[in-house]
């Protein structure tokens, strides 16, 4: 059973002891609902297990996972740092007014805009990700006459999804300097000769969904190496290691993630055995959770309408939304759990799959589940789907975007609206 698989006294599914019938019948399908204190939760668990081991460190929220204005509030109310990774992500934080220190920039290809934009406002920290952008970077701070502070992004060659973790092969990435063949150091090197560039430590990621600490274990002995390495051939010192997101939330009974809190212990074990033995100061931890801080607090709500029999194949029901609003199963086979919320105490006798209504027969949010007897207007809530869900929405079909809810001390909050017809099409201009 799913942990937010809670029930009121007319068997209706709720969150935040709120009845998710009461909600979708207020707000509409689909719809995206947030438990705030389980966000709260989530966030503490991180930020509380470093407090209590004495250890200085940064919590940064993944703005990738979702951002809005009320979920960065919430971030910044939670005294967590932020990772962001465009100019739209940053914006979206300036408007929440998030503090601009505490604001960290990621990714592949950051174009001069993006970066003009986190110097022009004094973010915290650019994680440098290749020799173009050093360049770049380097440029527009003399330009603006501004310092900044970086990490350097490695791979360390060590590759970790859910149970599995992979030593080698992980030079082949889009991301980052490889530490093996020599481009961190060669890079490291590059930036030593910019006066207006401070290189605060290193930084990587080892992948996403990881039930295990094995993974991060190994990548924190891969970077000591180098560490060690560059401490006597540079004599530098790291202030600060950024060992990334990827901790697992539980999608399905499947799923068997670890507490949030075991992942930080295991790290600052491993971190302090490292400084012993390389006789090392102890540096800053950050780490940059998203999915493991809203993905189980958000579900989503359907409606249920057409409903297809295929004798001796498979019964689908359809629900009015899919792909637009979850696009993970179609793009990842990403699999999840759900229940009828009007029906939630009924016994589940009948298997279906769920089918959303795009017109793309790889439309199918839920393959094969036990369900109660499902009819036209029954709510269907699908768990754990506040991690790119609503983040990677899209207007296929033409559909809006759906609404975004938050429940706190049992109040519901309209925290982003529904999308009319009208929005969708306000950029569009004649052509006659």
């Not at 780490?287 to 989503?300: K, M, S």
Request: a negative charge; one cysteine or more.
């Amino acid at each position: 059973m799913h942990e937010m698989r809670k029930v009121n006294d007319n068997g209706h599914l709720t969150i935040g002891n709120l009845d998710t019938v009461y909600l979708a019948e207020k707000y509409g399908t689909p719809l995206f609902v947030y438990d705030v204190e389980r966000i709260r939760k989530n966030a503490r668990l991180f930020v509380d297990t470093f407090k209590k081991l004495k250890v200085k460190a940064q919590v940064a929220y993944a703005s990738k996972a979702f951002s809005s204005i009320a979920m960065l509030q919430v971030a910044r109310q939670e005294a967590l740092s932020l990772d962001v990774v465009s100019e739209g992500e940053l914006y979206t934080a300036l408007q929440a007014a998030f503090p601009v220190e505490k604001i960290h920039m990621h990714g592949n290809n950051k174009s001069r805009k993006e970066l003009e934009m986190a110097v022009q406002y004094n973010i915290g920290c650019i994680v440098v990700d290749n020799f173009y952008e050093i360049e770049l970077l380097h440029d527009i701070l003399v330009h603006q006459q501004k310092e900044m502070e970086v990490l350097l992004r490695v791979t360390p060659g060590i590759e970790a999804h859910t149970h599995d973790y992979i030593l080698t092969g992980n030079e082949d990435s889009k991301f980052g300097f490889d530490l093996a063949n020599g481009q961190a150091a060669k890079a490291f090197q590059k930036l030593q000769g910019f006066d207006r560039i401070h290189v605060k430590g290193l930084h990587c990621h080892i992948g996403s969904q990881i039930f295990e600490t094995d993974g991060f274990i190994m990548a924190v002995r891969r970077l000591f190496q180098s560490l060690a390495n560059w401490k006597q051939t540079y004599g530098f010192e790291a202030e600060v290691l950024n060992l990334g997101g990827g901790f697992g939330i539980q999608y399905t009974a499947e799923d068997e993630p670890l507490a949030l809190d075991q992942y930080v212990k295991a790290l600052v074990e491993e971190i302090n055995s490292q400084v012993n033995t390389y006789e090392m100061n102890f540096p800053e931890i950050w780490i940059e959770p998203g999915r493991a801080i809203v993905g189980n607090a958000g579900i989503t709500l359907y409606s249920v309408g057409s409903q297809k029999q295929i004798p001796n194949v498979r019964d689908y029901i359809a629900v009015d939304g899919g792909m637009t609003d979850n696009i993970r199963p179609a793009l990842y086979q990403a699999k999840y759990d759900a229940v009828v919320a009007n029906k939630a105490t009924q016994p589940t006798t009948n298997e279906a799959s769920v089918a959303g209504k795009c017109c793309e027969s790889g439309d199918m949010l839920i393959w094969d589940i036990s369900l109660p007897e499902v009819e036209a207007g029954d709510i269907l809530a699908v768990f754990s789907t506040g991690a790119y869900g609503y983040s990677m929405s899209n207007h296929y079909n033409r559909f809006p975007k759906a609404a975004v809810v938050f429940v706190e001390n049992g109040v519901d909050t309209l925290v982003i609206k529904r999308e009319t017809y009208q929005d969708m099409i306000k950029n569009d201009l004649s052509y006659e």
